[in-house]
């Protein structure tokens, strides 16, 4: 049973819009959770990161909000850019020995 | 910096067949770990390593073999190639603990067996 889920599996927004991208998890125990944007015929590459202490982290145009009562994670882009179309996974761990994945969100920006 | 290289970048085997999927990396990173990611499923942990010497099964073992004798090194053995192992297989590394949790990906393996 997948432990971490991302329920849509496609989003479309128009260039200069704000992209919302949700990701649910199971596990109480995970405490780390990242994200990662992946372009076709590559590998993921990170993009951002959260510890559960904290409720949000900003990276210019990306932030990454928490949400653990409800066991709920976002990752906003604003605006958004035809350059982050792309397929975005998020990830969760809770010792750093391993990650656990979502199933992805194919992300296509609009211009 | 090559970061993490894996080879070869497609392959096609016979069911039956055997095979290595080669992953190195040059960041001295102790954790390594291989995905396999389908379409709908996202990536999903097959086998991981928390240092050299030491490997331990993630959700999807089943098939595949794995060794590390070095740091550097992690290698992924399909004994006896299945269709359902078709799948882009994607091996990554970290320097683990708080503060190194960015892991880095390669840039995969397409494998087909027919």
């Known amino acids: 049973d997948q432990q971490v889920k991302q329920n849509s599996p496609s989003l479309s927004v128009q260039e200069g819009r704000i992209s919302i991208l949700n990701c649910d998890y199971t596990n109480s125990m995970f405490d780390y959770f990242l994200w990662y944007k992946k372009y076709p015929a590559e590998g993921p590459t990170f993009l951002i990161s959260i510890s559960s202490i904290k409720d949000k982290n900003e990276d210019g145009r990306f932030t990454v909000f928490l949400n653990k009562s409800a066991k709920h994670l976002s990752l906003h882009i604003v605006p958004s850019q035809p350059g982050d179309s792309a397929v975005y996974f998020c990830?969760?761990?809770?010792?750093?020995?391993?990650?656990?994945f979502g199933s992805g969100t194919k992300l296509n920006v609009k211009p | 910096n090559a970061g993490v290289t894996q080879t070869p970048k497609f392959q096609v085997l016979k069911t039956g067949q055997s095979m290595t999927l080669q992953c190195a990396q040059d960041?001295?990173?102790?954790?390594m770990s291989w995905y396999r990611q389908d379409p709908g499923m996202g990536l999903r942990l097959i086998h991981y390593s928390v240092g050299a010497g030491i490997t331990d099964q993630g959700e999807v073992p089943n098939g595949y073999n794995v060794s590390r004798s070095t740091t550097e090194d992690f290698p992924l053995r399909l004994l006896s190639a299945a269709p359902s192992q078709t799948s882009v297989y994607f091996c990554a590394s970290w320097g683990g603990g708080a503060g190194n949790t960015e892991a880095f990906f390669g840039q995969g393996t397409r494998l087909t067996v027919v």
């Open positions: 960041m001295n990173h102790e954790y």
């Open positions: 990830a969760a761990t809770y010792n750093f020995n391993k990650f656990y």
